[in-house]
């Protein structure tokens, strides 16, 4: 019992990671990093998870120029990867990939808005630590 409620404690000391300054707010925005292997169908989505939550604190900054370009990461890396991530939950990883589209739209448009682009990588993160369905 001791065993389990430490590795408890530890897992959620490791969950949770602070990035950049909230959006015009001065406050601290809480990103929340989960071990991905444990916790999607479609495996380890860290890799990708990562591109988001730099793509996302570099709109924290107003950086959108520099968001727009670390997605193309995400876009490269994504595509590369979905002839092993697909099969492993079809319905998941559609519904990933359509955040990832809309994250993209949002960051391309010819004049993005920072509260769009960090709505659309938001619900992009929630989306990829939601990917715990069934095939």
């Known amino acids: 019992m001791k065993s389990l409620r430490t ?3 530890a897992g959620a000391v ?4 602070l990035v950049g300054p909230g959006l015009n ?8 990093v989960i071990p991905a292997a444990a916790a999607s ?11 988001v939550v730099d793509a ?14 670390r997605i193309k990461d995400l876009e490269t890396s994504w595509d590369e990867a979905e002839p092993s991530l697909k099969p492993r939950s079809p ?3 559609h519904v990933v990939d359509r955040a990832i589209d809309r994250a993209f739209a949002t960051l391309r448009a010819s004049e993005p ?7 659309s ?10 990917a715990h369905g069934s095939t």
Do not use: H, N
């Open 25 to 32: 707010t001065g406050r601290p925005t809480l990103y929340f």
């Open 113 to 119: 808005d920072s509260t769009a682009c960090k709505q």
């Open 14 to 17: 490791a969950a949770l990671t």
């Open 41 to 51: 169908t479609l495996g380890d989505l860290s890799p990708f998870r990562l591109i």
């Open 7 to 9: 590795a408890w404690t």
């Open 121 to 130: 990588l938001g619900d992009l993160l929630t989306a990829m630590d939601g």
């Open 56 to 69: 996302a604190a570099l709109v924290d900054r107003g950086d959108l120029a520099g968001a727009k370009a």
């Open 91 to 93: 319905r998941e990883w």
